[in-house]
Nanobody
Framework: QVQLVESGGGLVQPGGSLRLSCAAS????????MGWYRQAPGKQRELVAA???????NYADSVKGRFTISRDNTKNTVSLQMNALKPEDTAVYYC?????????????WGQGTQVTVSS
């Protein structure tokens, strides 16, 4: 089992910044990738950003140039620096980890942290 604990959410005005952090614990061996998803009211959960163990990154088009994902060298923490926030960034943000288990892979999720962008 992998446990993911998020922190850093809150209320911010448009144009402001927040930094989300996620710490993984438990069976952290063989975690391949970590990232952040978000789900806004009435919308499906979507991938925001992800980083693989070799440092490769991927971002949703809507956040490119504004958000930066990073992962430490222990491969068990991941952060999301969010700048120039917009009201449409309002959502519950979930930390995600993918762990190789046997011949397949398994997704693990954090509890979610609320990000609200409003003036």
């Amino acid at each position: 089992q992998v446990q993911l604990v998020e922190s850093g959410g809150g209320l911010v005005q448009p144009g402001g910044s927040l930094r989300l952090s996620c710490a993984a614990s438990g069976s952290i061996f063989s975690i391949n990738a970590m990232g952040w998803y978000r789900q806004a009211p009435g919308k499906q959960r979507e991938l925001v950003a992800a980083v693989t163990s070799d440092g490769g990154t991927n971002y949703a088009d809507s956040v490119k140039g504004r958000f930066t994902i990073s992962r430490d060298n222990t491969k068990n923490t991941v952060s999301l620096q969010m700048n120039a926030l917009k009201p449409e960034d309002t959502a519950v943000y979930y930390c995600n980890a993918i762990r190789i288990e046997g011949l397949g892979r398994r997704h693990y999720w954090g509890q979610g942290t609320q990000v609200t962008v409003s003036s």
